[in-house]
C-alpha cells in the first residue's frame, strides 16, 4: 500500500542516490537542479515548491513536487507536477502509477485544481506510458519545447489531465 506525505529534508539522501548516472539524472531534472550529481544544498530547491514523498510499509518509494505553472494567477486552475522519481527497486510494481493517483487526489480534491499536467521526455518510455495509464493525454503543443542535454536535443512531450 502506498501514501504519500510532505516531504522532509531527511528524505534527500535516499531520493538523491535513485539517480546513479547522468541520462537518469537529466531525465529526472532536465538540469534544472543543476549538474549531475547534485548535492543536498541543490536539492533542497524544491522546498520551494509544494513536494511530496511516497511510501510503502517499509522505506519511501518515490518523490515528486507540485507547482503552479501560472504564478502570476492566484487561482489554482491548473497544477503541474515537477521532479518525478521512483526508487529504481520499485518500478514496475505498481509504485509510480499509484503515486500519482495520489497526488491527483490532492491536485483536484484538497487544491480544488481543474487540471494536471507535467512534461517528459520522448526518451523516458517507462515514465511516460505509467502517465497514459493513469489517464493523461498528450497535449500537441505549437513548438515543442526541447533541451540540449549530453550532446543530445530531448524533446519533452507535455501531457494533461483535467477533472471529470
Known amino acids: ?6 516531504y522532509k529534508i531527511t528524505d534527500a539522501n535516499a531520493i538523491l542516490s535513485w539517480c546513479q548516472d547522468e541520462k ?5 531534472t532536465a538540469g534544472v537542479l543543476g549538474d549531475y550529481p547534485i548535492t543536498k544544498n541543490e536539492f533542497g530547491f524544491v522546498e520551494s515548491l509544494m513536494p511530496f514523498t511516497a511510501f510503502d ?6 518523490f515528486f513536487t507540485l507547482r503552479n505553472p501560472n504564478e502570476s494567477n492566484e487561482s489554482l486552475d491548473e497544477l503541474r507536477f515537477g521532479f518525478v522519481i521512483v526508487n529504481p527497486d520499485k518500478r514496475g ?3 509510480g502509477k499509484a503515486m500519482i493517483q495520489l497526488g491527483l487526489k490532492f491536485v483536484f480534491e484538497i487544491y480544488g485544481a481543474k487540471r494536471a499536467s507535467l ?6 518510455l517507462a515514465a511516460y506510458y505509467c502517465y497514459k ?3 493523461f493525454h ?3 503543443p505549437v513548438m515543442p519545447e526541447t ?7 530531448w524533446i519533452c512531450k507535455e501531457l494533461m489531465i483535467e477533472n471529470i
Not at 537518469?24 to 529526472?28: P, V
Not at 510499509?57 to 518515490?62: A, D, K, N, P, R
Request: with cysteine; proline share 3%; aromatic share 12%.
Open 1 to 6: 500500500m502506498i501514501g504519500i506525505r510532505p
Open 24 to 28: 537518469a539524472f537529466y531525465q529526472w
Open 57 to 62: 510499509e517499509s522505506e519511501i518509494v518515490g
Open 93 to 95: 510494481t505498481g509504485c
Open 119 to 124: 512534461g517528459v521526455f520522448e526518451n523516458n
Open 133 to 135: 495509464a493513469v489517464g
Open 138 to 140: 498528450d497535449v500537441i
Open 147 to 153: 533541451y540540449q542535454i549530453l550532446g543530445e536535443e
